[in-house]
């Protein structure tokens, strides 16, 4: 009998010794949840214009977030009506997603009536910065006066005829500010430059855009620039004529590589990186941003196959570094 004590006290003795000879077991990580977000738009999301820089961004965010795993987003495109797309912004609001974006100034009032129905689901609307008060709803906005005073000091220096073209959507939001933003960086760079200005009363008329870039260009312009992503529409006839263009919201580099002198890039990442951080905080509105070219949600990006004067970049990138020292105001 004592013998079997004994052995029993020995073999319960190894164990404490094998046990403590052991490695630690690796705790499993704890599984990263899902971030999901869903965008309605109002043109295509390859319109090389405002819908594609929310697409390319949001792109960029999942890739910065490790992939489709951990960041997932939908779209519905071509939302030119508001109220296809209030359906679809409710819609995604009933699934659950953690982020849903009305991609449009167009689409603020059905927002505001279909958010306080979702209170645990966070919106965001652009480009504006009025968040109605709600504390789910967050806005965003471009300073596109900073890029557009930029084109405009680039443009004052390139045209032989001083007479400039401008095709506008609709005098509102981003689009104003920057077409207002080109006119003064022209008239800070040569006040005897003509900037003529079409408003056309469309973001989406591609032949109500061609017919005003064809107006300007009888009128003498030999430079264009324009907003929205009608502007396709102008920037064939302005490669037909050989006419150079300056583009916004997207690099339109590769609808006219011969005619495309530099495009404003929105960077909506910049955003929509804090968006995230305060919604995974338990923040889900009531705040608004702002992309410019000092964060860098704004980006002058230059045609490598159009040759820039020397002395023309140096006063594009001087223009880029008082906007952001503050030494220049595109809008007093």
Request: net charge negative; with cysteine; charged share 15%.
């Amino acid at each position: 009998m004592k013998k079997l004590t004994w052995l029993l006290t020995l073999a319960v003795a190894l164990s404490l010794v094998v046990s403590a000879c052991a490695p630690a077991a690796t705790p499993t990580p704890a599984p990263v949840e899902k971030f999901r977000v869903a965008v309605v738009m109002p043109s295509a999301i390859n319109d090389l214009a405002f819908s594609q820089s929310m697409y390319d961004a949001l792109v960029r965010v999942q890739t910065e977030m490790g992939g489709p795993e951990n960041f997932e987003f939908v779209y519905s495109e071509g939302m030119f009506v508001v109220d296809d797309a209030a359906a679809a912004i409710r819609d995604y609001a009933t699934q659950g997603f953690d982020l849903v974006i009305a991609h449009g100034s167009q689409y603020g009032s059905s927002l505001q009536e279909i958010a306080p129905d979702f209170p645990d689901t966070s919106f965001a609307w652009g480009t504006t910065v009025d968040t109605f008060g709600l504390p789910n709803v967050f806005a965003y906005e471009a300073a596109s006066d900073q890029g557009g005073y930029v084109n405009g000091v680039i443009a004052a220096s390139m045209t032989s005829t001083k007479v400039i073209g401008v095709v506008g959507p609709i005098e509102t939001g981003d689009a104003k500010l920057y077409v207002d933003g080109f006119k003064a960086g022209v008239a800070a760079t040569n006040p005897e430059i003509q900037v003529n200005v079409n408003y056309i009363g469309s973001f989406s008329d591609v032949a109500l855009a061609a017919e005003a870039a064809t107006t300007h260009i009888s009128a003498g312009a030999d430079v264009l620039t324009g907003t929205a992503q009608m502007v396709v529409g102008a920037i064939g006839k302005a490669e037909e004529a050989g006419v150079l263009w300056f583009g916004t919201q997207s690099n339109q580099t590769s609808l006219a590589p011969s005619i495309v002198v530099a495009s404003q890039v929105y960077h909506w990442e910049v955003v929509l990186k804090e968006m995230i951080a305060l919604i995974k905080g338990g923040t889900l509105g009531g705040q608004s941003f702002v992309i410019d070219l000092s964060n860098g949600g704004e980006v002058i990006e230059y045609n490598p196959a159009f040759t820039l004067p020397a002395e023309v970049g140096a006063l594009a990138e001087a223009a880029i570094e008082g906007i952001k020292n503050g030494s220049i105001t595109p809008l007093p």
